[in-house]
């Protein structure tokens, strides 16, 4: 499975980005049943897990970024995009997507910086 996310950028406060990750490659006849993830790493940190959608449609976020973010996915495009709204410094990350136990491979993610 290749793993590949796209639409960062910078973008000053309060801006609005829509990220995109399309999964490719051998385990595609399983993406509709896959939960998946949308993840980010900060300099200097860890990466964690921002966004959930299930294969059911139902969606999860963490509580900063609850309100702000809103996930959703294509199954006929083996897409998941991230709509982000009001950004803020704090949002500043490569994003990177995955099924929901990050067992594929990790792609090279996508860098967005939000500047004050």
């Known amino acids: 499975v290749q793993l590949q996310a796209s639409g960062g950028g910078v973008v000053q406060v309060g801006g609005s980005l829509r990220l995109s990750c399309r999964a490719s490659g051998s385990i595609l006849s399983v993406f509709n049943s896959k939960d998946m993830g949308w993840y980010r790493q900060a300099p200097g940190k860890q990466r964690d897990l921002v966004a959930q959608?299930?294969?059911?449609?139902?969606?999860y976020y963490i509580n900063s970024v609850k309100g702000r973010f809103t996930i959703s996915r294509d199954n006929s495009r083996r897409t998941v995009y991230p709509q982000m709204n009001s950004l803020e410094p704090e949002d500043t990350a490569i994003y990177y997507c995955?099924?929901?136990?990050?067992?594929?491979?990790w792609g090279q993610g996508t860098q967005v910086t939000v500047s004050s």
């Open positions: 995955n099924e929901d136990l990050a067992t594929w491979p």
């Open positions: 959608i299930t294969s059911g449609g139902s969606t």
